[in-house]
């Protein structure tokens, strides 16, 4: 951690100058100008700089997980490849989920290909009944041998189109409560019997997909965990969403506020009325309480996977990206109202917004994405806050006796 004393002066702890030494003799050996990303991912990942607070030999060095943004911050300056933004499901949640709950096999053969991004990853919780009662999930699995047999449908899976692998959740005993009966799989998305059909947004693109499983054989090794871990595997993945979603610490003024901002400044004179320069100036106040809060969270979290605090930054930054677009299109008067084209596109990339109109269209998604901000609400009140809890009429019963239409 870099700590500047009375005196102005800053000082750096050893893990950090480890870290940044490490970092920049990967930048000098392997300049991103001249090296192609597979190439540099993969070296970074071998230098235990793709996850720092992996374990060694799994992209990691087992040291705190804050000091990521360290290297991030280094290899971004240098205009080097970031993982996270090619195979933002993959790096985000489902690495850390396989290195909490993976074999030793597992975190080998899946790790480093998903960080090279050379196999994209999805995640395949939602249900077309289950979104914020994803516990509640119907999908199948079926035990034959060494195989489990897997049937159902999920939905809302960002990038399942171009994925290799999927982090699937299925119920596996329905006698069981909700929450004991799941089993989560790593998933191979060739696999026969998996069926992805695009979804279109109102951005006229589509992201994300119906993925269906007809008798889709999943070999027993690839379970995460064991039978009956799938909800405290999910947790793993869900903790990390939210803080891959909305725990990120731009530097100061930068990121969506930054684009308001632009078009403030080149707004005509007499359009910068005071109304709208308070409504700017209170945005802007917003996003630095957001970035001072996630810094401060960061600095919390010593090692490991992030608790329900995240959901505070997931929240916030949802809330924040919707109220930024739409003071931007509020700006940007009869302008705000044209988009380019709604021809229907598969994206092989998430969340690129190449216009104003594109990213407000977009950021309506934020506050359903990764946990709607009415789940967030209940988190935050109730493992928080200490509030009592949300009514829950179906968590003592077995599962196949809960009422369903
Ligand atoms: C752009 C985008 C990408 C996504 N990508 C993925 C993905 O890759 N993989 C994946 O598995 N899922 C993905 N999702 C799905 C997402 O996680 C779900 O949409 C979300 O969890 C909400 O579930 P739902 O849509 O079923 O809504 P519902 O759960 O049906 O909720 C409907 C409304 O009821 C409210 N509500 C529900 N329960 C409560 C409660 N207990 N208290 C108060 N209010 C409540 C909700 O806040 C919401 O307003 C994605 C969604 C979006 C929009």
Redesign the pocket.
């Known amino acids: 951690m870099t700590v500047t004393d009375v005196g102005g002066h800053e000082t750096v702890s050893a893990d950090e100058q480890r870290v940044r030494d490490l970092t920049d003799e990967l930048i000098e050996a392997f300049p991103p100008a001249t090296t192609d990303a597979r190439t540099f991912l993969g070296e970074q990942y071998d230098r235990g700089l793709a996850w720092v607070h992996f374990d060694e030999g799994f992209g990691g060095l087992g040291l705190s997980p804050r000091l990521q943004a360290v290297i991030n911050a280094r290899v971004a300056a240098a205009a080097g490849p970031l993982c996270m933004l090619r195979n933002p499901?993959g790096y985000g949640m489902c690495g850390p989920t396989v290195h909490a709950w993976g074999s030793d096999d597992q975190k080998r053969r899946y790790l480093r290909p998903l960080f090279t991004c050379e196999e994209i990853w999805?995640?395949?919780?939602?249900e077309p009944g289950?979104?914020?009662?994803?516990a509640g999930l119907s999908s199948r699995g079926v035990r034959d041998g060494d195989e489990w047999i897997v049937n159902g449908q999920?939905?809302?899976?960002?990038?399942a189109h171009v994925s290799r692998w999927g982090l699937l959740v299925v119920r596996t005993d329905p006698e069981a409560v909700k929450h004991a009966g799941l089993t989560a799989f790593v998933v191979d998305m060739t696999a026969p019997g998996v069926e992805v059909r695009p979804l279109r947004?109102m951005t006229g693109e589509a992201?994300?997909n119906e993925v269906y499983f007809t008798d889709t054989r999943i070999p027993h090794d690839e379970m995460l965990g064991n039978p009956g871990d799938g909800w405290r595997v999910s947790l793993t993945t869900l903790m990390n969403e939210r803080t891959s979603i909305g725990g990120g610490i731009p530097r100061k003024g930068s990121g969506t506020i930054a684009t308001l901002l632009d078009v403030w400044h080149k707004l005509p004179e007499d359009r910068r009325d005071a109304a709208a320069r308070d409504a700017v100036t209170r945005l802007w106040i917003r996003a630095e309480v957001h970035r001072l809060t996630n810094i401060r969270a960061n600095q919390n979290r010593r090692m490991g996977d992030p608790g329900p605090e995240g959901s505070i930054g997931k929240m916030e930054s949802a809330n924040l990206n919707k109220a930024i677009y739409e003071q931007v299109i509020d700006l940007l008067g009869a302008e705000g109202m044209l988009y380019g084209s709604y021809e229907m596109v598969r994206p092989d990339v998430a969340l690129f917004s190449d216009s104003l109109q594109k990213g407000f269209l977009r950021s309506r998604?934020n506050s359903?994405?990764?946990?709607?901000?009415?789940?967030m609400q209940?988190i935050l009140g109730e493992r928080v806050l200490g509030l009592p809890g949300?009514v829950r009429v179906d968590r003592d019963v077995p599962w196949s006796q809960v009422p369903r239409n």
């Open positions: 499901i999805c995640q395949l919780f939602s289950s979104g914020s009662d994803f999920k939905v809302w899976t960002t990038l947004q992201e994300f998604a359903i994405e990764g946990g709607t901000t009415e789940v209940n949300d």
